[in-house]
């Protein structure tokens, strides 16, 4: 497959890290914690349908929004707590990066999380380079610096499509990119890609953060996407008799889950 695109998920949840950091009270924590325990449940219940989550994913985001605004985030804040935290990236990430870059392939990257954080992060990594592009939540500061809200359209876990970008000059800079490479963590980050025209071939990867215990093995068309533990000996000749192996979890999965948003790239 020809290098036209790439479309990854980052995981690296920025929203955890302001939640953890000094600049936000100890009452505030507790609130967005309250808020995580109230709507995380929802977000990943497989007996709802996603038009059924979706007012619960736009109030729960809005009402973290609205929490952070009251904490008097100035800008300046953002890169120290970035260096404080333990944010980090995947194993591998600066190959994953740095390969993307040197064959001008497009790093498209959609997050529901904070885009100011997110960026902060890969900068401070030493990849952010001008391959990349990131739609997500921008925080939106007044003259004095303070967070006074966020920019544009909500992103939250269920619309991270071109349903949010539609008029971004990005996508049309994209015309004739037709395979892409679509990274995720959440069931949300499977139509990242949707809308995106002239598409011919997408390949799906999912990362298992949550609940990374026996997973039963999918095998499709014989290929086994394998999860913990790995196919019993002679498995995967049970199943199609020549079966491969596709993937698996990664050991180190980046910093949070659904909130972090997802890396998009076109091949």
Not at 70 to 98: D, H
Request: aromatic share 8%.
């Amino acid at each position: 497959m020809e290098s036209d695109v790439l479309l990854p998920t980052v995981l690296c949840v920025s929203a955890d890290i302001l939640d953890n950091s000094r600049i936000v009270s100890e009452e505030c924590r507790k609130e967005l914690n309250a808020l995580l325990h109230h709507y995380y449940p929802i977000e990943i219940d497989p007996h709802r349908t996603i038009k059924e989550k979706l007012p619960h994913m736009v109030e729960w985001w809005t009402k973290a929004h609205d929490l952070l605004c009251q904490q008097r985030i100035q800008k300046c804040q953002i890169a120290q707590v970035v260096r404080e935290s333990n944010a980090m990236l995947r194993e591998g990430y600066q190959t994953f990066f740095n390969t993307l870059h040197q064959n001008d392939i497009p790093l498209f990257i959609f997050s529901a999380g904070i885009g100011d954080v997110l960026e902060e992060i890969i900068r401070q990594m030493r990849v952010l380079h001008p391959n990349i592009h990131i739609v997500s939540n921008y925080m939106d500061f007044d003259e004095e610096g303070f967070l006074q809200g966020f920019k544009g359209q909500l992103i939250h876990t269920y619309n991270k499509n071109s349903s949010v970008c539609e008029n971004s000059s990005y996508f049309q800079q994209l015309q004739g990119k037709t395979n892409i490479l679509l990274l995720g963590d959440s069931m949300g980050d499977l139509t990242m890609a949707d809308g995106v025209p002239g598409v011919e071939n997408i390949l799906k990867i999912g990362f298992l953060n949550d609940k990374a215990g026996p997973v039963t093995l999918i095998s499709s068309r014989g290929l086994w996407l394998e999860c913990t533990p790995p196919p019993a000996p002679g498995a995967q000749e049970a199943d199609t008799g020549r079966g491969q192996t596709l993937g698996s979890q990664s050991p180190h999965p980046l910093v949070g889950g659904g909130a972090a948003g997802a890396l998009h790239g076109f091949l």
